[in-house]
């Protein structure tokens, strides 16, 4: 098991701002919102919850209890289905909403952590303005990708990992050669810290960890749409930062 950490150099003196801001924005509505949410059960009475049997049903294994299944969902599963970004009714509040939203523990510290090592360079890279404007964008174009390459047009999509994605674009280009800190383990439970240049790290991320899977048909939990076109669009903008820069030399 390989687990990035940390990342070097970083630059010195700086306060990454809007990094950390976004980092406990998404954290406190994962505590405010999913988390006591999927601590309660559902109302049946909603409207949507006609809309999210409906779906959970028909894209339930055969073998699988429905009866089972619907027991299982909570009022986070019709919140999601009412403010998810869905391909099959797309509209920009959801788009937007779905950004900030995590569906689970694992979900948001995994994006956080991403965030957490790559967000500054960007950020002092392209200022604090740029940066959002990167990482929003990033974002929107994710869902866009994910609605292309969705195999289910009412598949819901929630999470920070599209515009997260192109931070480690952006990133990909700008940094390659920076030093990622990635913890392994080895069996038999050997632990390790390795020094892996960025431009490995994330070259893998986006080939095995999204591309294969993508070309596979690998379906599941996992927007490899969404990651693959967040990512382009980052590296697109360290494409142009890089120019920018050559420019003024």
Sequence with gaps: ?????????NPAGFRAWVTWTLIVVNVLLWLTITLPLQL???????????????????????????ELLLRSLTAWDLFVEKHAFVPARARLDDLLVAMFLHANLAHVVGNMLFLRIYGDNIEHRFGRV???????????????????????????????????????????????RNRVKVLVFLFPFVLDTWLVPAGVVLGLYVIVDNLLPLLAGVQGGVGYGAHLGGFVTGALFGVVARLAARDRS
Excluded: C, K, Q
């Excluded at 390989?2 to 990342?7: A, M, N, Q, R, T």
């Design 40 to 66: 309660t059960p559902p109302d049946t009475a909603d409207p949507a919850w006609a809309e999210l049997v409906a779906r959970v049903t028909a894209n339930a294994p055969p073998d699988l209890d429905h």
């Design 1 to 9: 098991m390989f687990l990035p950490y940390g990342d070097h150099p």
């Design 130 to 176: 740029g940066f959002a404007l990167l990482y929003l964008l990033s974002g929107v174009v994710a869902s866009a990708a994910f609605a292309l390459v969705a195999w289910n047009p009412t598949t819901p999509l929630v999470g920070a990992s599209g515009a997260i994605s192109g931070v480690l674009g952006a990133y990909f280009v700008l940094f390659p």
